[in-house]
């Protein structure tokens, strides 16, 4: 069963449109412009439990205000949402008690007190028990090292220490679906590869559903068995991460690497695209023949010294989406 | 100058923009007018009249509300804000890397506001008042004219007051509302609710050597024509004399300010 | 039962932290230790000059109007101290505050509430008891039991109504992204209205401030009773039973419209 259920999601926004000038100003006091947006437009999809789902698309796609509703934060216009078979707007204690939610642009920790004083009352507004709570710590202390900063006012703490303290609030109640919000923005590497560790742990040993909007391509590549890809409000993919790939860019790369120069045969189920010295690159379709089939054609024929097989670049594969959306 | 104008113009701009706020703080002057004038009329009600009563008559006692709310709504002194956020926030040190003397920015942003407030606020007032209680006339042509020259320095009184407990920031950040203390005690010396004439004497001696009741007291007592016209010129050279005292007072801490920022980077 | 036992745990540990965030900035608190005693003391003392220059004011004299006065400024106080997140609705709105209230298993408007227990707001209280305690012996109040529980109703009947008009007040910031001037227009209405006697305004006035906004039930017609005035509102039973009961359906009203705004909250951002 899914954990996650959506259908035909919309989310309206009204902006008012400001007019420019003095004149415009005076206009805008009496006579406001107002405009109706769609910021999420007819969503469907489901996420299976214990998948790591990433929710992309260029800004302003209306992946926060997806998010935002399957956490029960905004009211949908129109559609219907099931989170963990409850709607989160009518039944909101009951769906948030199973979220885990973290903003990566925002804090829930408290800004003037130590990190600890957080969990603290996290323990008290989600009821947990000594033992309980305990147990968790040290199980998120060992993925997160929170210990050796869990005493610093959380204004002093570095922006990784601070987003690995707002993933282990997020985790205190032992949720089963995590949200994550641009949970690496701004982040260094070293950062990045703890908290990618911490959610692939959550994740194999808990089988923790994770969503997470992204504009880290590493993040997808790293994390996600799932992807939702919307432009516009609206869903344009929707898959495993590698069918999407190959659905998009369906072409490897051949790179053989020759002893010396020699003629170089054609072959009628791929082409030279590029030749650089003593390297040269053959672009083939995976579904019209194998790697090795292609390579076992060129042996006999050319002078191999060294070759690579290379897989379609993810980022280029997302671009192609976004601009063929657009 | 073009550039003052520009930060002018880009106030007035802004404070048009809050078309809610704009609003709702004209039913808040007008709410507050009406709730002083209301104290008075008991205050001069039944015809009993106090010793206070012979000082000035009600109807006149209602203009000098009328005025007080009227200048305190056109009166904005955003400095001491300004200074204390920016100081705060730690943007004082990127403000003075602008081309133009910082004070003379800030200046020119409340003029703008005060723009704004004479178009969203002072008429809206005005006509409120002629409404609920007639129009508020001054005693006469010379009182006006004597009314707006005090009124100008008045408002640089208030300003200048502003921008010293602004930038106490520099050297105690937190003490941030330090302002609204100065503000509380403004409201009452500078008879902006209750005229200092009706004070016990000792206070009204102490305040003659202050420089708040020039601010509010001054301007609107010539108007109502209490204060003689050879009064009213002693007034406004009293009011110039502060504005100098205050001025200097200002150029110095903002010269320690200044050097202050520069030293540390703010 | 256990419920309640939650709430109150979570109270506690959200007032334990919100001291321990205020006196972080110590300073501040002196600030305010000039400020909101200089306010009052300042605006009694003008009510003072009036009454010593002019006369009583449609029949209050200065102990009346002081012991009207500390009344007001009680209930004033304790709003400052439980209730003041109220007064900054439309800035948690701006900010997207409510995500994080939203994403807790428990009541928005009791986090919201509760999520600034005002420490700073105890200073608010001292003009009220000084004034209210001074007033009270000028007027020869009777401090026996049957009164002081009277008073205490009134106190808290008080402090319901005016937290449930700003809460209402508040919550406008849901729907127009702006509720904050029209806070301060409130609690400068709430001053005028509560702290001098409603009889100095016209009987129009007096009408909405009973029947539409139940501001008079605050103080000024318990302080009428309490001062064996003849009452301008005739009811029966006494107004220690009245104010607590508009106070508990106007605050049942302004938590519907709470939680009616907090559907039309758009969170922050994107």
């Known amino acids: ?326 | 100058m073009r550039a003052y104008g520009y930060f002018i113009k880009m106030r007035v701009l802004t404070a048009l923009a809050y078309r809610f706020e704009v609003w709702i703080g004209m039913v808040g002057d007008i709410i507050m007018l009406a709730a002083s004038v209301y104290i008075w009329k008991a205050a001069y009600g039944n015809g009993v009249v106090g010793s206070g009563g012979f000082d000035v008559g009600l109807q006149n006692m209602i203009t000098y509300t009328v005025i007080s709310v009227l200048l305190a709504s056109v009166f904005q002194t955003g400095v001491q804000n300004t200074i204390y956020t920016q100081v705060r926030e730690g943007n004082i040190a990127l403000d003075f890397m602008r081309p133009l003397p910082l004070l003379g920015i800030y200046l020119s942003d409340d003029i703008g506001s005060m723009v704004s407030a004479l178009v969203n606020k002072a008429i809206p007032l005005i006509v409120a008042a002629v409404l609920l209680f007639g129009f508020p006339l001054p005693a006469g042509a010379g009182a006006f004219a004597g009314f707006l020259v005090s009124s100008l320095f008045s408002f640089v009184i208030l300003w200048l007051m502003s921008a010293m407990v602004g930038m106490v920031a520099f050297w105690v950040a937190e003490l941030g509302n330090l302002g609204m203390v100065k503000d509380a005690v403004v409201r009452v010396l500078s008879g902006s609710l209750v005229p200092l004439w009706f004070f016990p004497d000792a206070v009204q001696n102490v305040s003659e050597w202050l420089p708040f009741q020039y601010t509010y007291q001054t301007p609107i007592g010539i108007y109502i024509g209490v204060t003689t016209a050879g009064d009213a010129v002693r007034a406004i050279c009293i009011q110039g004399i502060w504005v100098i005292i205050l001025g200097l007072l200002l150029a110095w801490i903002w010269k320690h300010a200044r050097s202050k920022v520069m030293v540390q980077g703010g | 039962m256990n419920e309640v036992r939650h709430y109150v745990t979570v109270f506690g540990y959200y007032a334990k932290l919100a001291i321990q965030r205020q006196l972080e900035y110590p300073l501040f608190l002196v600030s305010w230790l000039l400020m909101i005693p200089t306010q009052y003391f300042t605006g009694i003392w003008m009510l003072k000059i009036i009454v010593d220059r002019f006369q009583p004011l449609s029949g209050w004299g200065f102990h009346d109007l002081a012991f009207l006065y500390g009344l007001g400024l009680l209930s004033h106080g304790l709003v400052v101290v439980f209730f003041i997140p109220t007064w900054g609705t439309e800035f948690a709105v701006l900010r997207g505050e409510f995500d994080r209230l939203l994403l807790r298993p428990m009541n928005v408007f009791f986090q919201f509430v509760t999520g600034y227990f005002n420490f700073i707001g105890l200073i608010d209280l001292i003009p009220g008891v000084v004034i209210f305690i001074y007033a009270a012996n000028l007027v020869g109040f009777d401090w026996g039991i049957g009164n002081l529980l009277k008073l205490a109703l009134v106190v808290i009947g008080g402090t319901l109504i005016r937290a449930s008009l700003y809460t209402i007040i508040g919550a406008v910031a849901f729907w127009t992204k702006r509720s904050r001037n029209l806070i301060f227009m409130a609690v400068a209405t709430m001053e005028r209205t509560t702290m001098y006697p409603l009889t100095l305004y016209p009987q129009a006035i007096q009408a909405v401030l009973t029947f539409l906004l139940p501001i008079g039930f605050i103080s000024f017609y318990p302080a009428e009773q309490f001062l064996d005035k003849s009452t301008s509102l005739e009811l029966p039973l006494g107004l220690a039973i009245w104010t607590p009961v508009v106070g508990l359906i106007f605050f049942a009203l302004a938590y519907a419209v709470f939680r009616f705004g907090l559907q039309k909250y758009e969170s922050a951002g994107s």
């Not at chain 1, 709570?133 to 210990?147: A, K, P, S």
């Not at chain 1, 995976?286 to 076992?296: H, M, V």
């Open chain 1, 1 to 326: 069963m899914a954990i996650i259920e959506v259908k035909d999601l919309v989310k309206e926004f009204v902006v008012v449109r400001k007019k420019t000038g003095l004149g415009g100003a005076v206009k805008s006091l009496f006579w406001p412009e107002k405009e109706i947006v769609r910021g999420v437009d007819g969503l469907s999809f489901d996420i299976e439990q214990g998948d790591i789902v990433g929710y992309i698309g260029p800004n302003g796609a209306g992946k926060s205000t997806t998010i935002k509703m399957l956490t029960g934060i905004l009211h949908p216009t129109e559609g219907e949402i099931r989170v963990c078979g409850m709607s989160p707007q009518k039944e909101r204690k009951a769906v948030v008690r199973q979220l885990g939610v973290v903003f990566g642009q925002r804090t829930q920790l408290y800004w003037d007190l130590r990190l600890g004083e957080t969990f603290e009352l996290l323990k008290r507004i989600y009821r947990i028990e000594d033992k309980r709570f305990r147990e968790t710590m040290d199980i998120l202390n060992g993925v997160l090292r929170i210990q050796d900063f869990i005493d610093t006012p959380v204004r002093q703490l570095s922006l990784g220490q601070r987003m690995r303290g707002d993933l282990a609030a997020a985790m205190i109640h032992d949720p089963t679906v995590l949200f994550l919000d641009e949970p690496t923005i701004g982040l260094d590497a070293d950062a990045k590869h703890a908290i990618r560790e911490f959610i692939l742990t959550m994740n194999r040993e808990r089988r923790m559903t994770v969503v997470l909007t992204t504009h880290d391509l590493d993040d997808v590549e790293l994390l996600c068995s799932q992807l939702l890809v919307v432009n516009h409000g609206k869903l344009v993919e929707d898959g495993p991460l590698d069918a999407i790939v190959n659905k998009l860019s369906p072409h490897r790369l051949l790179m053989i690497e020759l002893n010396h120069s020699a003629a170089l045969p054609d072959h009628d189920r791929a082409r030279i695209i590029r030749q650089d010295g003593l390297k040269v690159w053959y672009q083939f379709d995976k579904s019209a023949i194998t790697a090795s089939e292609l390579i076992a054609d060129l042996s006999g024929k050319l002078p191999i010294r060294d070759l690579s097989v290379q897989e379609p670049d993810i980022e280029d594969a997302i671009r192609e989406v976004y601009r063929t959306t657009a």
